[in-house]
Structures are given as C-alpha cells and as structure tokens.
C-alpha cells in the first residue's frame, strides 16, 4: 500500500540547500531542476549500459506514483566529471568487472559524504568487484545487512520482509546491504535480486506483472529516499 504523501515537503526542503551540518557546495541540484537518475559509466570492463529500458520505467513510475518532478531518461555520467553533481541518484549495475582510480575513489567518498545515493544493483557477476570496490571508498565503513525497520522498506510501500528477489541467480534469498554514515544510508547494494530486470520492458525478461510491480515499488521507494533522506 502507498504511504501518505507527506514526504513531499521533505523532498523539497532537500532541495533547498539546507543540510543540516554537512555542506553540500558541490551540488547544482536546484528547486526548478527536474531530478534524475545518473547511470554510472565505470571502467573495469563491467557492462555498465546493461538493462536499457530500465530507468526510463523507474522514472516514469517515479512520477507518476509520486508527483515528483523527474525527467524522462537518465543521465550517463562518471565519477570524475561535473555532471556528477547534477544528481543526487547513482545508479550502478552490470555483470562484470568494476574498477575505480583514485581519483573517482576520491570523488565517489565525497559525492556520498555531502549528500548524495549510490544504489549498486548486482545484474549477477559484479558482486565480487564492487564489494572490493566499496571498499576501497569506505575502508573505515563496512557494509551491513539494512535492517527492515529501516525507512527505505517502508517510506512510500511497505516492504516487511526487505527488498524482493526478482530473478533466480543462485537461488540464494535477495538482501540489501548498505554503507551508513551516521543515520543516513549512502549506498545500498541490491544483492540476489536484480532490480533493474524488473524495471526493464515487460518483453524483455517476460517476467510476471507481480514481480515487476514489486521491483517498480522498491524502485520508487529507494529514489524517494534519496533526495529525502535528512543529510
């Protein structure tokens, strides 16, 4: 079930530049900005392009289930360019390799610390490297299993069990690992579940509306609480 639309009013005084404590000077999100989904083109030799319909879908659901202003596409951008700071979603996925330089470890920890998202969603076979990866952003902040009290699984739907597993991969249950820095979660990584197949058209992957659905709602949930969440 949808939750109230309260929340609208947070997504906004988000976007107002007020922080709290952590400055955010790097951000170019503005209140008249349509907000998007950024793509992370990464290096490694993962494919960082794979399911292609899927964020227009996520946005699409966005808006309409929201009335939150977002743009029709996705931005493709990298660790190391201006457009990062366009954005206060990355999203990550793929089924290879992933390397970060120095310098986008650098930029990555930053971008997190002043307020932006990152959500890894492991397409099956980026596991072992972004786990390697986050890592080296976060060496003083382990990933941990998010509990199912947190607001990610329940700020727009309900989700008592946590995230939902959309395709088989190995068999194992799905489960949503994440980075906090202090109360606020800066990444979270979609392991065992494959998100973004359910986002993707339904003649893709012909998975059943049920699935889809579900993975459209941990969708909207996530990017809800990415430029709600209090920094």
């Known amino acids: 079930m949808m939750r109230s639309a309260v929340w609208l009013g947070v997504v906004g005084l988000a976007l107002t530049g007020q922080r709290g404590t952590v400055p955010r000077s790097d951000f170019r999100v503005s209140r008249s900005s349509l907000l998007t989904i950024a793509r992370l083109h990464y290096d490694g030799g993962g494919d960082w392009y794979a399911n292609p319909s899927s964020l227009p879908n996520l946005l699409t659901a966005i808006r309409t289930r929201t009335g939150l202003a977002v743009a029709d596409r996705e931005r493709v951008v990298t660790l190391t360019g201006p457009e990062l700071w366009d ?114 058209d339904p003649d893709v992957h012909h998975d059943p509306p049920e699935l889809r659905e579900a993975a459209l709602r941990m969708g909207v949930n996530l990017f809800t609480y990415a430029v709600s969440a209090k920094r």
Request: a negative charge; glycine letters at 10%.
């Open 87 to 200: 954005v206060p979603y990355l999203y990550m996925t793929g089924h290879g390799n992933v390397h970060f330089s120095d310098a986008e470890l650098k930029n990555l920890r930053r971008y997190l610390e002043q307020g932006g998202f990152l959500h890894a969603d492991d397409c099956y076979g980026m596991n072992e490297s972004f786990r390697r990866e986050i890592a080296r952003v976060f060496p003083d902040h382990p990933m941990v299993e998010v509990p199912l009290s947190h607001p990610i699984y329940h700020l727009v739907y309900d989700f008592p069990k946590g995230i939902p597993k959309i395709h088989y991969h190995d068999g194992l249950p799905a489960q949503g690992f994440g980075i906090f820095l202090g109360d606020r979660l800066v990444v979270y990584y979609s392991y065992q579940s494959d998100l973004g197949d359910g986002w993707e």
